[in-house]
């Protein structure tokens, strides 16, 4: 009886290839055929690139839902989101979504560009990736400023009033890079018409392309990077997987996951909204949107020309330049390239989170008392001084890492660990422990 069947199994033709469905076309359009079985690790990327594009397709319908009931004319703006959220079926529902799928794209596309450059993804082949990285970044932020403003409540006015008008302290073309931003001298109706039309036609189109252009460069440099021993980027070495179902189903996990938490805020937390925008009436205190709290927390330190203009500009030149500075540098692939590497990020980020606390607690009361040296000009006194100490305090922890063993990526990081808690602090500090007059409160203190 055996033997028959063993016999017309053995002659029976191979079974051909089976098509791929139209869903797995469009994944392989995305990902190669077969991955390393050993970039499947969820430690490698945490998921944050695709819960990234999941945050931006829940922007992108939730927006277009928004849009049916939206008027951007300060004279309707308000009364068209105020209409929406009371009495719209679901409407409070869908602005929740959108506003906590924008605050989370922000924080996921940061926590990404961080999980790359700790494990050495921003180094050659792949310096042009992380390029476009940081400015897919800067993207995400412009984005979810201009729609910050639509709208149109107090809480949203003064935010862009205190965030365009900390272009006036650029050199020389301040004012009319507020102006331009501003579409005038004051936030008005052109200000809204500008910031509306980039945020649902100029920066989405900006994004898709780049976002396009993003995943061609990843699939062209073989994928996530991969610890050494386990795979190269040009010929992985290990096992091969299938993408699809490998790859597809960790990333649909993913995906639900994003989408389930989303859900969740929206029906527990509702977006802010206040009054309607007063121009002669400001809050106080008045503050920017929590991602750029950080520089409204330096204004309150130092001077406007440096918080504002030359500390985050050297800070963007120098987040482009972070693969220049590895000098030719291969990535190991590992987390913070080594045990040692691991300890002095920590330590390093402790000591930036400590002293930047120390020095937000020890500045309060002399910001208010008069000038320690009087005879220094302020951009001296309150700028360059200051910038020149911090300067001194990254370079000295580069020191230490080299006297410790690091080698230079594990230095840089160790240095960007410093900056990075230090500029944490703060933004938690403008965000939760400034109250009335910008003086440090606890978050629980009732207003006066």
Known sequence: MRGPEIDANASAAPTPARRPSGFSSLVLH????????????????????GAALVLFLLLAASGALLLVAYEPSPERAYGTVAALVD???????????HHWSANGLVLVTVLHLLRVFYRG???????GNWIVGVLLLLLVVASAFTGYLLPWDQLAFWAVTISTGMLEYVPLAGGALMRAARGGAEIGSTTLARFFVLHVAILPIALLMLLAFHFWLVRKVGGVILPRGVGTDAAPRGPLVPTSPGLTQREGVVALAVVAAVLLFAAVANAPLLAEANPGMSPNPAKAPWYFMGVQELLVHLHPLFAAFVI???????????????????????????????????????AGALLCGAAIVLNEPLRRA????????????????????????VAAVGFVAK????????????????????????????????????????????PA
């Open 30 to 49: 995305l990902h190669p055929r077969v991955v390393p079985a050993a970039a499947l690790r969820f430690s490698l990327t945490f998921g944050l690139g």
């Open 370 to 393: 008069p000038p320690w040296i009087p005879a220094l000009p302020p951009e001296l006194r309150g700028g360059l001084l200051p910038a020149l100490a911090v300067a001194g305090a």
């Open 312 to 350: 985050p500009l050297a800070a963007l030149v120098l987040l482009f330049a972070l693969p220049s500075l590895a000098g030719g540098a291969s990535p190991s692939g590992l987390w913070f390239e080594s045990p040692l590497g691991a300890r002095l990020a920590g330590w390093s980020a402790l």
């Open 403 to 446: 006297r410790r063993g690091a080698n230079r990526i594990e230095s840089i990081q160790a240095m960007f660990s410093f900056v990075l808690a230090a500029f944490v602090v703060l933004t938690a500090t403008g965000v939760l422990f400034r109250g009335q007059g910008m003086a440090l409160s606890w978050p629980w203190t009732p």
């Open 87 to 97: 009495e719209v079926r679901f409407g409070a529902f869908i602005r929740n979504i």
């Open 121 to 127: 993804g921003h180094l050659p082949p792949r310096r």
